[in-house]
Every structure is written in structure tokens, then in C-alpha cells.
């Protein structure tokens, strides 16, 4: 862990560079706090996701909330209740992805090999790993769909999103 008070310019050069480079010509966005769309896209950290890409949206189209596994966590229930009571969100799409780390091994498998290779026991905190990634995202769909403090007209669905093809394909829920 970094003890180290103040900025670690040097560590994250390539990001303050690559954000002076942005900021240089940034024209504002004159978007609101609104996705102009109504959409909450629940997804995955992976790296290989372009959320608005992928679906074929434009800044300020949706909220993007991502986490390991893209999972409906007690987090990712508070800012849905967030997004559609103060947001306007009318619709959520709960988008794990193929090949996703978080479905390649068990809670123990992944405990164990950040203590065999790191000498730290992560065991206080939950992966939330994936066996059985069909029924993990119909499982977190029905979790959004019957939480009782999202409004009832609210639309959910599922999709798996193919990280090789691009393609996503929609789910029966």
C-alpha cells in the first residue's frame, strides 16, 4: 500500500499526460446529469467493454455502473434506487461478458491464489465468482426486478455481451 502523502505524479504520468492532452481541446459536454437515453447498463471492469460502443450510444446516453463480474451487488442496488428516483432511469440492462475472469474460478480458487502469490488472505471479503454465469445474470435480473425500493415500472433485462464477436445477445428473464 502506498503510505506516501500527496499525488504520485510520476506513477500516473501517462494519465495526467494523456488528460492535459484532452482537457487542451475539451469543448464541455453541455450535457446534464442525465442519461438522455433512460438506460442504467450494469457491467463488467473487464477492459475489452466499451459500454457506449457496444450498445451504440453517445456520451451522456446511459449510466454505466461496472464492478468485477457485473454482479447486482447491495452497492449497485443503491445507485439503481439513485439513478431512477433522482435520474429518471426507466430501464436497466444487466451485461455480464464471455470469458470473464470471475467465471474461470471458485471463491476458494481466487482466495487462494492472491495468498499464495501476494501472502494476503482476502477471505473477509466476497468475489462473488460465477459457476454458472446463465444463471448468475437470471438470478441478478430477478434481484433488480424484485427489489422493493425500485419503481415496479421499471424495464429490466439480461444480455451476455461476446467479447471476440462484439455481439450481444439478449436473454429470456
Given at each position: 500500500m502506498n503510505?506516501?502523502?500527496?499525488?504520485?505524479?510520476?506513477?500516473?504520468?501517462?494519465?495526467?499526460?494523456?488528460?492535459?492532452?484532452?482537457?487542451?481541446?475539451?469543448?464541455?459536454?453541455?450535457?446534464?446529469?442525465r442519461a438522455r437515453k433512460g438506460l442504467a447498463?450494469?457491467?463488467?471492469m473487464d477492459s475489452r467493454i466499451e459500454p457506449l460502443q457496444l450498445l451504440g450510444m453517445d456520451q451522456g446516453d446511459v449510466k454505466i455502473l461496472r464492478n468485477a463480474g457485473a454482479r447486482v451487488t447491495d452497492d449497485v442496488l443503491r445507485t439503481l434506487v439513485l439513478a431512477t428516483y433522482q435520474?429518471?432511469?426507466?430501464?436497466i440492462l444487466e451485461m455480464p461478458h464471455t470469458h470473464c475472469k470471475m467465471a474461470s474460478a471458485t471463491e476458494d480458487e481466487i482466495h487462494r491464489q492472491i495468498l499464495d502469490e501476494n501472502g494476503v488472505?482476502?477471505?473477509?471479503?466476497?468475489?462473488?465468482?460465477?459457476?454458472?454465469?446463465?444463471?448468475?445474470?437470471a438470478y441478478d435480473v430477478r434481484r433488480i426486478r424484485s427489489y422493493p425500493l425500485?419503481?415496479?415500472?421499471?424495464v429490466v433485462a439480461g444480455a451476455v455481451y461476446d467479447v471476440h464477436t462484439g455481439r450481444l445477445s439478449p436473454r429470456d428473464y
Open positions: 503510505s506516501a502523502s500527496g499525488f504520485p505524479s510520476t506513477t500516473f504520468a501517462d494519465v495526467l499526460e494523456g488528460n492535459a492532452a484532452y482537457a487542451a481541446d475539451f469543448p464541455g459536454t453541455g450535457l446534464s446529469g447498463l450494469v457491467t463488467c435520474l429518471d432511469e426507466n430501464r488472505d482476502t477471505y473477509s471479503v466476497e468475489f462473488r465468482t460465477v459457476s454458472d454465469q446463465e444463471e448468475a445474470l425500485l419503481p415496479r415500472d421499471l
